[in-house]
Nanobody
Framework: QVRLVESGGGLVQAGDSLALSCAAS????????VGWFRKAPGKEREFVAA????????IYADSVKGRFIISRDNTKSAMYLRMNSLKPDDTAVYYC????????????????WGQGTQVTVSS
């Protein structure tokens, strides 16, 4: 079992940057692929970014590509999402997730989830 706790959300203005963190505990975090997802009010949960256990080959949703950066530090059992040039459309609850296996964008494939952190971008 991997337990995940997000932090770093908040209220920012359009164009600002924000960094989210996700602290992991439990089983060896370094064996897991990790991902970030988000859910806006009235919308389905959507994939944001993911990367392998080694931190290689990150993948991004087209909507955030070039603006968001996913990273991880297995020595600290942590993962991060750096969000730049934020837009009001980025407003959502952001979730970190982990899965044993390869990196995928399908949220249903992730077994472990954090409780979420709210990001609000004002125009």
């Amino acid at each position: 079992q991997v337990r995940l706790v997000e932090s770093g959300g908040g209220l920012v203005q359009a164009g600002d940057s924000l960094a989210l963190s996700c602290a992991a505990s439990g089983q060896i975090f370094g064996f897991y692929a990790v991902g970030w997802f988000r859910k806006a009010p009235g919308k389905e949960r959507e994939f944001v970014a993911a990367m392998t256990w080694s931190g290689r080959s990150p993948i991004y949703a087209d909507s955030v590509k070039g603006r968001f950066i996913i990273s991880r530090d297995n020595t600290k059992s942590a993962m991060y999402l750096r969000m730049n040039s934020l837009k009001p459309d980025d407003t959502a609850v952001y979730y970190c997730a982990a899965r044993a296996g390869t990196v995928v964008s399908n949220g249903a494939s992730y077994a472990h989830w954090g409780q979420g952190t709210q990001v609000t971008v004002s125009s």
